[in-house]
């Protein structure tokens, strides 16, 4: 079992920048692919950004490329979320995400067959 709790969320004005953390335990961090997701209210779940268990792969949803920056530190066993010039459509619960994995680039695209989430963080954006 892992356990993945999530920090950093809260009220940013719009264009500015936020840090969302998540923290694992449970189990050994490595070999377990990371992502984050978002859901807005009346809206699909999406995944925003994912990171191999290596580190060296990542994916963005296209509206946040270049704005958005996943990260993780394995020693730290957490994975972070650098979110810069956010707009008033990036508000949403946010949820951590882990999938373990045998390859080093697997990275999370969709929620299907992912088993462990976090609790989810509030990110409210005002324009």
């Known amino acids: 079992q892992v356990q993945l709790v999530e920090s950093g969320g809260g009220l940013v004005q719009a264009g500015g920048s936020l840090r969302l953390s998540c923290v694992a335990s449970?189990?050994?961090?490595?070999?377990?692919?990371m992502a984050w997701f978002r859901q807005a209210p009346g809206k699909e779940r999406e995944a925003v950004a994912s990171?191999?268990?290596?580190?060296?792969?990542?994916y963005y949803l296209d509206s946040v490329k270049g704005r958005f920056t996943i990260s993780r530190d394995n020693a730290k066993n957490t994975v972070y979320l650098q979110m810069n010039s956010v707009k008033f459509e990036d508000t949403a619960v946010y949820y951590c995400?882990?999938?373990?994995?045998?390859?080093?680039?697997?990275?999370?695209?969709?929620?299907?067959?992912?088993?462990?989430w976090g609790q989810g963080t509030q990110v409210t954006v005002s324009s």
């Open positions: 990171i191999s268990w290596t580190g060296g792969s990542t």
């Open positions: 995400a882990a999938d373990r994995t045998l390859y080093n680039d697997y990275l999370i695209r969709s929620d299907a067959g992912i088993n462990y």
């Open positions: 449970g189990r050994t961090f490595s070999r377990y692919g």
